[in-house]
């Protein structure tokens, strides 16, 4: 609605239609300007939006690692020996000599490949495990928990194109049932086989009611699981024997790296397994056009044996089984309602791929949860006798921690190398890809990996990525920090003092104040010259700690975290000064006329009133001071900070880094690893940033609190 | 030395003063006073004779100098880096305006209380203790605070709080403190600027109730806007106007009673009968 003219004078304002349309076009302007200030919030919150996507995106995410052996295989070793190492153990690669040796004893016991039990069985008996008794229908079901299935695997690509693998594959199924007794391993149900061979029928198109035919010559390459390899061995002879013009030649390489050679490259045609293929080996082989075929060709199992002597023996449980072959001594011991006779053991040989089978079945453990002592010898059995005397004199193994020990083993012996990583996008979007990516890898692990650990902010620098930490950096920063405010401080307080309360208004005092204010505004690189120049160069004698006789020798220059603390502290000299007298000038000036007019002094009026008025701006600024110095590289960079440095800096005198020193170094390094090492770092600086201005806020709102 | 502490011997006979008042009766003097901000003139030739033990106001327009020239009996003007005062000022027979003398000295005796409440962001304790203990003394000091507060009018009402933040205080009780916190360093002369402008009418009265129950002791001077207060509380009056140069000046200073009643100058009764300012 219009507002009348009152007077009925000659309207001076817009009035009726064109004064609402003024109206509309004032507020219309004003939601533009409103809408510009929203837009660039937005934006600034988008930027920092970016920037921690980016920093998070890196920090953390998958990695592969790359072991030089295998830490399973470790284990298996250590647990062969220490079943091995037990009281009366009889240890024999021979078969038949456990056999012999069970049968005669009463308190034995002993454990063997399931074909020597059969011809045995008038002297010894397997004892049911879990309640199974052990024979070819528990066995391949898998019910029987001694037991496992093997296999071997192929692609159809290569029984199609090379005829001398199709043809091996399918002699070894129709054969392997007339070998395998005398291998030592069970036979595989018939329905598995006729699986198998329905499954090469469909691949090679091939009818297996025809005779194979002429056979072929060519080679044949297989490799994988250690328990296959004497089965597939066999069964080549054999092959040769029956007429093959070709080679076969047959690997041991443990089955996971079987399938990462059969993935990666044509070199093997046929995978031994001892179990079957996992996701993450099938997703790979089938990304590198070689999908994996499987073939069932029979299974393994361990029999537990006793004498037919033995009456008590029924049943045992795996626990059970651990302890009767590894520190139980008496019967007893197991189980209360057996005999207190000593435990006689047999065991095949440490060569024996059966020994590997129980350990890792009855035993199994991770080699972190190993107690330290077998740990030691671990150590000691895979690295050189002058590494054990160095790291005996670093510190005793009687004082080292089981992880202490722990964590040698995992960087000598397992030597496990991050040999690729992914971003937190990567590792949530492309799962399967970097699975299969993996799968290819021999001896490689996936792990999804927090760049910023515990150990990670204590761990001292290392050229070993997945080593590496922080901690130098912090004390390097913390130190540094300190120095800049026990010099900054008193001098950028008193310097305000002197300015806002004392100074009188000449010219000389005016010169002063622009020079701050222009020091404000120099570049940070240009105090990195200046501190090079005095403190580094000119103040050696100090500043390297050499006139006071301490500091490092070997460092005897200045690039020390004295200099480094000078320099902020020069650099954040006129920032504090600046916002500390705007802190003093905040003060009311009716508590300074409060003041004199009781006749105080003006010291007493500064100390008294005007500074614990102005504390809680002057804490404020001083905190985001520091945090301004924290942050700063530039200068560090050009009075020397170290590149690499291991110790903790000990005092004002030692060389040192800091945390964006750190970043920065590690940013330029080429491998990728350094960067999600950037990323983690940065993550800590921004977490100490953070809770340096939280505190700068809380203080500002306590002293606020008090002061009004 | 300084004679800034060698009171007159006595409180002298009042009825004396009603003839004409000798130099002892003076608290404090200002002779040919002229004060400068910089280069401009804000003050003009004042020569002011504060009799001691009454309440002296100092009236006029905005701009009129009458807070300067306050100002300049306890040199607070010194603050103001600009400012420049020539002429004297004669407390106990001493410039204190002379070469020799501190500021921090002539304060200590001539105490005042300002137009806003300013306590110390302190205890109510200490915003009377501080005062006492930078000026050395060496008595009781919970004696000292209760006498202060009573002596302002306070102590009934903040004995029970003593120790708690004086900004709790109501800006009347605030007023207050202020008061008890400048006599406790027991001055001769408490300089008053506008002490009640920021204040509600009941408030504003108990400040003048308790004006006059200083008096008894102290010699007060106070400016005030408020024509009125200045006829209730006050025993002589002091005049100030303002020039065409902006320059302020004493227009006409005597008893209370005859400025208000009987005004030798125009300009005084225009004032007064609210004709302008």
């Known amino acids: 609605m219009a507002l009348q003219n009152l007077t009925g004078d000659v309207a001076t304002y817009p009035e009726g239609a064109a004064g609402e349309k003024q109206v509309v076009g004032r507020q219309r302007r004003g939601k533009f300007w409103a809408f510009l200030f929203r837009a660039s919030t937005v934006f600034g919150i988008l930027a920092l939006l970016a920037l921690l996507y980016n920093v998070v995106n890196s920090a953390f995410g998958f990695v592969m690692l790359q072991n030089e052996i295998d830490p399973d295989v470790i284990v298996q070793q250590a647990q062969g020996e220490m079943l091995l190492n037990a009281s009366d153990v009889n240890p024999s690669e021979d078969d038949q000599e456990l056999a012999a040796g069970v049968a005669v004893d009463a308190n034995a016991i002993g454990f063997f490949g399931y074909a020597y039990v059969q011809e045995h069985s008038d002297t010894i008996r397997a004892v049911p495990v879990d309640g199974v008794e052990p024979n070819a229908a528990t066995v391949d079901s898998g019910e029987y928990p001694l037991a496992r299935p093997l296999y071997l695997y192929s692609a159809p690509s290569v029984l199609t194109e090379e005829p001398q693998v199709a043809a091996f594959l399918r002699y070894y199924v129709e054969h392997v049932n007339a070998v395998i007794d005398e291998v030592g391993y069970f036979p595989a149900a018939a329905e598995s086989l006729e699986a198998s061979l329905a499954l090469w029928q469909e691949i090679t198109g091939q009818n297996i009611s025809e005779s194979n035919g002429a056979l072929e010559a060519g080679s044949v390459e297989v490799a994988g699981s250690s328990t296959v390899y004497p089965l597939t061995q066999r069964l080549a002879n054999e092959f040769v024997a029956s007429g093959f013009g070709g080679e076969i030649n047959v690997a041991s390489t443990g089955t996971q790296a079987g399938f990462a050679e059969f993935c990666s490259n044509g070199d093997v045609d046929i995978v031994n397994a001892s179990r079957a293929a996992s996701r993450a080996e099938i997703e790979a082989c089938r990304s590198a056009r070689r999908p994996l075929a499987e073939f069932r060709v029979g299974n393994d199992a361990l029999a537990v044996v006793v004498s037919q002597q033995n009456s008590f023996l029924q049943n045992v449980t795996q626990e059970q089984l651990a302890q009767l072959f590894t520190t139980a001594e008496l019967w007893s011991d197991v189980d209360p309602s057996w005999p207190s006779e000593p435990i006689v053991r047999y065991v095949p040989g440490a060569e024996s791929g059966t020994l590997d089978f129980f350990t890792e079945t009855v035993l199994p453990a991770e080699l972190e949860d190993l107690p330290k002592e077998t740990l030691i010898g671990i150590l000691e059995a895979n690295v050189s006798s002058g590494l054990m005397r160095r790291f005996e004199s670093d510190q005793p193994f009687a004082e080292r921690t089981q992880e202490n020990v722990y964590e040698l083993v995992v960087e000598r012996v397992v030597e496990s190398t991050i040999v690729k990583s992914w971003s937190l996008v990567d590792s949530i979007f492309n799962h399967s890809e970097i699975e299969a990516e993996v799968a290819t890898v021999p001896n490689a692990e996936l792990t999804f990996r927090s760049w910023v650990t515990g150990d990670f902010i204590t761990s001292a620098q290392s050229s070993e990525p997945q080593f590496a930490g922080v901690r130098t950096a912090i004390f390097g920063s913390l130190w540094v920090i300190l120095v800049t405010i026990l010099f900054a401080l008193p001098i950028g307080v008193g310097a305000a003092i002197y300015l806002e309360e004392y100074a009188e208004n000449n010219r000389f005092n005016r010169l002063i104040e622009t020079n701050i204010n222009n020091l404000a505004g120099v570049p940070s690189i240009i105090y990195g010259m200046l501190g090079l120049a005095i403190f580094v160069r000119a103040l050696e004698v100090i500043t390297s700690g050499r006139l006071f006789d301490v500091g490092d020798p070997t460092t005897a220059n200045g690039r020390t975290i004295l200099s480094a603390g000078l320099t902020l502290a020069l650099l954040i000299l006129p920032l504090l000064i600046i916002n500390a007298r705007e802190a003093i000038r905040s003060v009311p000036a009716s508590l300074r006329q409060a003041s004199y007019a009781l006749g105080a002094t003006k010291w007493q009026t500064t100390w008294n009133h005007v500074l614990p008025s102005a504390l809680g701006g002057i804490l404020t600024v001083t905190i985001l001071a520091i945090s301004r110095a924290i942050g700063e590289t530039a200068p560090l960079v050009v009075i020397g900070a170290s590149t690499f440095i291991v110790a903790d800096p000990d005092g004002p005198f030692a060389k040192f880094t800091t945390l964006p020193i750190q970043i920065y170094q590690w940013t330029s390094r080429p491998q990728a690893e350094f960067r999600n090492l950037a990323a983690a770092a940065i993550l800590v600086l921004l977490v100490l940033l953070l809770s340096l201005n939280a505190t700068a806020v809380i203080l500002r709102n306590r002293y606020s609190r008090q002061g009004s | ?277």
């Open chain 2, 1 to 277: 030395m300084l004679k800034l502490d060698s009171k007159p011997n006595t409180k002298p006979e009042m009825p004396k003063r009603e003839s004409t008042p000798s130099a002892l009766d003076y608290a404090i003097e200002a002779k040919d006073l002229n004060v400068f901000y910089g280069n401009f003139h804000a003050v003009r030739d004042v020569n002011l004779s504060i009799e001691r033990n009454k309440i002296t106001s100092m009236i006029g327009p905005s701009g009129c100098g009458k807070s300067t020239v306050l100002r300049c009996f306890n040199r607070m003007n010194d603050l103001i880096a600009s400012a420049r005062v020539e002429g004297e000022i004669l407390f106990n027979n001493q410039n204190i305006y002379a070469s020799n003398v501190d500021p921090v000295q002539v304060r200590r005796h001539i105490g005042m209380v300002f137009q806003k409440p300013n306590p110390f962001p302190k205890s109510i304790y200490d915003n009377i203790a501080w005062g006492a203990k930078i000026n050395g003394f060496r008595g009781n000091m919970d004696e000292l605070v209760e006498q202060s507060l009573r002596g302002a009018a306070l102590w009934d009402e903040v004995k029970d709080k003593i120790h708690q933040s004086a900004l709790s205080l109501s800006g009347g009780q605030q007023q207050r403190l202020c008061i008890a916190r400048t006599i406790a360093v027991k001055p001769d002369i408490i300089l008053m600027d506008e002490p009640a402008s920021a204040l509600d009418p009941i408030a504003t009265l108990r400040i003048e109730d308790l004006m006059r129950e200083l008096v008894e002791d102290y010699t007060i001077i106070i400016v005030t806007h408020n024509m009125q207060q200045a006829s209730r509380v006050s025993d002589s009056t002091a005049f100030f106007m303002v020039d065409e140069s902006r320059t302020g000046h004493l227009m006409e200073y005597g008893p209370t009673k005859e400025v208000f009643t009987k005004p030798k100058n125009k300009k005084t009764e225009d004032y007064i009968t609210g004709r302008f300012g």
